[in-house]
């Protein structure tokens, strides 16, 4: 089973995916998918407030981060899954996403703190549905001391469409075992 849709544009068939025995979500992949990155780049800066530095959850927005940066001629972060080796003075927030198992962890290191500190910073991912990878994105940039102009996203997953908080392309329904949407 999968959901056609059409984001940014070009239709897309998003497959189907079990995350319980009633809820199925559509799997939206940016990986490998260059036409559709750029295309969602183009339409998200054009709604886009001023801003200096992007920031985006490791690692499905991270294809959608760099080619907004790459238009754009902005730097952008990626929030890490964990400390690495090369991040010294590390800053950790905890996250549970539906689309992962367990809690994650996401971090920044002093080099990425010292660029986004003072700045207008723009959050974006491909998907935002619970919003917990969000809030936890949110609270690293309050926590470096980050000013938040706007947060961007692909696709709006189930009620995260109803948030007045976000900017997002097209709204993704949750679906039901048959394939139905919600």
Known sequence: MDYKMTIAGLERHLPLCKVTDDLYIAGFIMFNDVEITEACARELLAKAPDFDVLITAESKGIPLAYEMSRQSGKPYIVARKGVKLYMTDAVMVHVKSIT???????????????????????????????????????????????????????????????????????????????????
């Open 100 to 182: 992962t198992s367990g809690v994650q962890t996401l971090c920044l290191g002093r080099d990425e703190r010292e660029l986004m500190k003072g700045k207008k910073i723009l959050i974006v991912d491909d998907v935002i549905s619970t919003g917990e990878s969000l809030n936890a994105l949110e609270k690293l940039v309050e926590t470096v001391g980050g000013d938040i102009v706007g947060k961007f996203t692909v696709l709006a997953e189930g009620e995260a469409a109803d948030r007045k908080d976000i900017t997002y392309l097209e709204y993704l329904p949750l679906f039901t075992p048959d394939g139905k949407p919600k």
